[in-house]
């Protein structure tokens, strides 16, 4: 179903949302970065910037309680932490390559065990896209397959129009019933031309053959020249709109505290450590190694998919300026 | 068995026997406070669980009990680190926490009829006594069993009054060595390393299944000679030990390669820890 809606409309609309008590949450300032977080009003939505950080927080927050426990005596009282309680939440404004990465995090959350905690905050979540019309030269979702305006992963994907508002077009059931819900405030398309997309650099990779090369190399001297100079901050993972490793750590004294879930990543020395000191990725290569291999190997043999949306963030902050792009194309060269 | 919506929460569990195997190795034996799931707890020898020492975190080790023996499990391990130090600091009638059982288990029903030899070091002998007091709870099941353990010196041999109960079998054969030096006067086992007393010993091949497990200096240095004595990579066995989280498959540090050792592990054969790359 496509639907337009204007500028005016669209802003009624959010404000609206606000005033039902619906949980908005989109790209919106926050100190001096743009970060998805909870809207208050309409105004408050930037359209123009990459948030800083991914949307996955939105579902995988960067710390939270999984359990509360209380000694009395020798016996311990657990409080469970019901994932029941997350709120219904419209996201709005969230990026292709962002919303993109939430059906690749899907997989692993649901696969087996169910993390109730990823999928009870997905189920409640309606995603509202928005397509890309500016770009800058970390920008590579087009080399892994995406486009500025792929509706992958959004249940409503909105497309800037020339002149203001804009055009929507629903990709699930629940963007439809969103439709359907404000009617009221969507009109039916006339044919105004859309703001041309940004066209993020050309660099087109190719997965299957990287993946390929991947299959046959993991040692291989390349790894050692890529890595030697990564500091292994995991910035790059902790940005990553598809990175998904984490710790479970007790906070609190011996009496009573929380057990957490914190996000990790695979390039910190520690990360493999066995508690006899024997380290299976000992050396930073080897950890850079597997956050390669991970992202477009393993995730693939394991879920057929690739675990980068081409978002460029871990290319922004890496302090080193490792370029994931660069190294694909590296590793595409030799393949 | 109860199933929780929140898949990190641990089942409560009382510490109802502690004892100390070596100085810094420790067993202890927990009952499930909850009554329907002490009846109900079921699990296969190979498996594993995080256990909980509440304040300080989590921490992977086998079930090192068999699943023969009902109503209570065992865990095992030594006190280097935050949680197991905490851990090893609990009493009788404590709580802990336990997730679990998690990942695959020994194919035992495709080892009756075979003979069966256990070979291990260390703090590795839990991860397989849970496999052998299963074999010896279903004995006649089996041929010959023999089992090959080793340790640094006499100090460090784990359940040293089950080796005692092992020697004195006539349906088990314990082989028991300790490594050059660490033997004091009254040592009746042998000395020498794991791998060159397993050479020496010889056993055959024939229709037996190895089981393996020990630091990666002793698998790296026993696999060869049990390729030498005809055993094939589909008899040999082994359980790896990766770190890990949440168990569970999605916290994405105990892979070896694309390799989930919680959830395609932690029991693999030795064909298949020959085709892993080098991460382990």
């Known amino acids: ?335 | 068995m109860c199933e929780n919506k929140n898949i990190y929460l641990p089942y409560l569990a009382t510490v109802e026997e502690v004892i100390d195997e070596t100085p810094d190795v420790r067993t202890l034996r927990l009952v499930f406070q909850d009554e329907q799931l002490r009846e109900n707890f079921s699990f296969r020898a190979g498996q594993f669980a995080e256990y909980s020492a509440f304040g300080a975190g989590e921490s992977t080790f086998c079930i090192a009990s068999s699943p023969t023996r009902k109503g209570y499990i065992e865990c095992c391990f030594r006190a280097v680190g935050r949680v197991t130090e905490s851990l090893r600091r609990l009493e009788v009638g404590d709580t802990m926490g336990v997730r679990g059982p998690y990942g695959n288990s020994f194919p035992i029903e495709q080892f009756f009829g075979r003979n069966l030899l256990f070979i291990t070091g260390g703090i590795a002998l839990p991860p397989l006594r849970t496999l052998i007091w299963n074999c010896l709870d279903l004995r006649d099941k089996f041929g010959d069993i023999t089992i090959v353990y080793g340790a640094r010196t006499e100090a460090d041999l784990v359940y040293k009054r089950e080796l005692r109960e092992w020697e004195e079998r006539s349906d088990v054969k314990l082989v028991k060595t300790v490594d050059p030096g660490g033997n004091g006067p009254e040592w009746d086992g042998k000395v020498g390393f794991v791998p060159t007393v397993l050479d020496e010993l010889a056993p055959s091949a024939e229709n037996t299944i190895a089981l393996v497990c020990g630091p990666p200096i002793m698998i790296k240095f026993t696999l060869p000679v049990l390729e030498k004595l005809g055993f094939d990579d589909e008899a040999i066995y082994t359980t790896l030990e990766n770190r890990m989280k949440c168990g569970l498959g999605k916290c994405g540090r105990c892979n070896v390669g694309n390799i989930y050792v919680c959830k395609d592990g932690p029991v693999f054969t030795a064909r298949q820890v020959k085709a892993m790359p080098l991460e382990y």
């Open chain 1, 1 to 335: 179903m496509q639907k337009q809606i204007s500028e005016a409309n669209f802003r009624l609309l959010l404000d609206s949302l606000l005033l039902k008590g619906q949980r908005v949450v989109g790209p919106r300032r926050s100190g001096s970065t743009v970060l998805y977080e909870p809207l208050s009003s309409a105004s408050d939505l930037v359209v123009d910037e990459l948030p800083r950080r991914s949307v996955k927080e939105a579902f995988f927050p960067v710390c939270e309680d999984l359990l509360e426990y209380r000694k009395e005596g020798q016996q311990v009282q657990l409080t469970d932490i019901t994932p029941d309680r997350f709120p219904e939440t419209v996201l709005i404004g969230v990026r292709p390559c962002d919303a993109a990465a939430i059906p690749v995090l899907d997989a692993v959350f649901s696969w087996d065990y169910k993390d109730q905690f990823f999928l009870e905050r997905r189920s409640k979540t309606t995603i509202i896209g928005l397509a890309c019309t500016t770009s800058d030269d970390a920008c590579f979702c087009t080399a892994v397959g995406l486009s500025p305006n792929d509706p992958k992963g959004a249940d409503l994907m909105l497309t800037p129009l020339q002149g203001g508002g804009f055009v929507a077009a629903s990709q699930s059931k629940k963007g439809e019933a969103f439709l359907d819900v404000w009617k009221d405030r969507f009109s039916e398309p006339d044919g105004t031309a859309t703001v041309p997309l940004t066209q993020p650099e050309p660099n087109r990779l190719d997965l299957k053959k990287i993946k390929a090369w991947l299959d046959e190399h993991f040692e291989d001297p390349v790894w050692d020249g890529i890595a030697t100079r990564c500091v292994g901050c995991g910035a790059c993972a902790f940005v990553c709109p598809a990175c998904h490793c984490f710790d479970i750590v007790d906070e609190g004294s011996e009496k009573t505290g929380k057990r957490r879930k914190f996000w990790d990543a695979c390039g910190f020395s520690k990360f493999t450590n066995h508690a006899s000191g024997h380290n299976p990725r000992d050396l930073q290569p080897k950890r850079y190694r597997n956050r390669i291999m991970h992202k477009f190997k393993y995730y693939n043999d394991k879920f057929s998919q690739t675990l980068c949306t081409g978002c460029g963030r871990c290319i922004r902050v890496c302090p080193v300026g490792i370029d994931i792009a660069g190294v694909l194309e590296e590793i595409q060269e030799k393949g």
